[in-house]
């Protein structure tokens, strides 16, 4: 059995309709920010949003998540309006997922799922496709009872580059046997790359994270002088990529991330543990933030979190503000002067500052804004390290 990580999408334009509650757990300000990221998510996988349906309810209806009324409505407009695709913003236990489809007859699936479907289908080295294969099977596994039925009713397309939809012999044991496959495929590309990392000798490591589309590969280009795969779209980069980089006669290597995200399944957390090793071996981290979107300081706490998962949110850390250019676009008034745009952007880098300890610097990576105070900071960061690991060499600077 083999999992595909070709794109459908192509072919095919698939139109959707979103679905997320609203409960004790998840207020509707909440909500609304998480169905932003899945549209946004949905448009990254190529999907057409029609329609965005939401509903309050003390918790999850245990058979369809929504209410009887409220998935009749979903049904009548589906109906009406040749949508293909319902998506939902949590994750759906295989009963609910199955009766939903009972009812509305089309796909049906949940955030994880698209979110492991836009991995199958960005993965590009044996490593990133071992490990969202890995992941999804992880995800399927509990799920088996039903899928097939469930898999013959559908045409390929969004959430379906998963494992072969043709034999319905497939099932625990086989699926236990393909994992345990993976994982020890896995295993093996984990020791070539930590003996890739020992040969890279005594360079200090520089890691760009940051959440999914800050900018952090067009800072990677930029800094490195590269050509790294960059698009406004989230997860463009799933395979670390590292380069050599010398800033005022200073070299160190620098490595771009995968990007994290809000509810990113666990299973693929799990599964891409060995390409967020190079977070974890990194001497200075690089925290890219998109200062233009509305929940920057939401996605710092998630990428902060991440990192404390990583065990990795004690190093040195610079955080890079990045698109200030938009910022300025999005939340300054045409109408104000210009002396009273500057005291607010300067009171936001005051605040900043004081709340990582100085290690802040507000840049625009597209539009090479102070890119130049980028780079005395880096420096700094990595002069100090090499000071603190070989205090008595001079000759890296």
Known sequence: MKLESHSLIEKQVEKA???GLVHQNQTEEKL???LDELAFLSQTAGAVVSKIYTQKLPHPNKRTFVGKGKIEEIR???????ISMVIFDDDLSPSQTFNIEKELKVKVIDRSFLILDIFANRAKTAQAKAQVELAQMQYLLPRLKGLWTHLERQKGGI?????????IETDRRIVNKKITLLKNQLSKIDQQNQTRRKRRGELIRVALVGYTNVGKSTLMNL??????FAEDKLFATLDTTVRKVVLEQTPFLLSDTVGFIRKLPHSLVESFKSTLDEVREADILVHVVDLAHPNYEDHIEVVNKTLQELNAHEKPCLFVFNKVDLYRARYFDEFLAQEVKDE??????VHW???????????SAL???NIAELRHFMVKLVQDQYIKRYPYKTHFF
């Open 17 to 19: 309709v979103l679905v």
């Open 32 to 34: 609304k920010e998480y």
């Open 76 to 82: 009548d407009y589906i109906e009406a309006n040749d």
């Open 159 to 167: 959430g379906m580059r998963g494992p072969g939809e043709k034999e």
């Open 223 to 228: 800094l490195s002088k590269s050509e790294v």
């Open 344 to 349: 607010l952007f300067e009171e936001l880098k």
């Open 353 to 363: 500052e004081k709340t990582n300890s100085g290690s802040t610097v507000f840049i």
């Open 367 to 369: 539009q090479r804004e």
